[in-house]
């Protein structure tokens, strides 16, 4: 279920929601909608595990949303995290560390989780 305040969230531009499509032909998308999500080249890792499996670490991603902030401890330890949500049709699909508490994690803080299960590539690669 999405926090109240989701949709103050949404990046809108005279009461649209922006949406912003990335170039290129290797490209993330989200799996529900097909909104883009990110570039290959933000992957920083594809060792990370999320709620269903397999996921990227990446640099930066696009046409999300944050969620309420929380403390989870994952397997490498306690991080505060915030879930991500897909802006077009709300599916979380992933998260991003906002503070990690071990001093070899910091180098994840400000970093996004995208999981496998959740996103597609959106351009033949």
């Known amino acids: 279920e999405l926090p109240i305040n989701h949709c103050a969230r949404e990046k809108r531009i005279v009461g649209k929601l922006h949406k912003t499509y990335l170039s290129g032909n290797r490209i993330y998308a989200c ?48 991080h505060t995290v915030a879930d991500i949500f897909c802006n077009h049709c709300e599916t979380v699909i992933g998260w991003k560390y906002e503070e990690a508490f071990e001093h070899t994690q910091k180098y994840k803080e400000g970093k996004f989780i995208l999981e496998k299960a959740k996103i597609v590539k959106d351009s033949p690669w």
């Not at 529900?32 to 595990?49: G, N, T, Y």
């Not at 397999?54 to 989870?72: C, I, K, Q």
Request: with cysteine; glycine share 8%.
């Open 31 to 78: 799996s529900v909608c097909r909104s883009h999500l990110a570039q290959q080249d933000e992957v920083i890792s594809k060792s990370f595990h999320g709620r269903h499996g397999r996921a990227y670490l990446m640099n930066n991603v696009v046409n999300v949303s944050t969620g309420e902030r929380e403390d989870r401890i994952l397997i490498t330890g306690l």
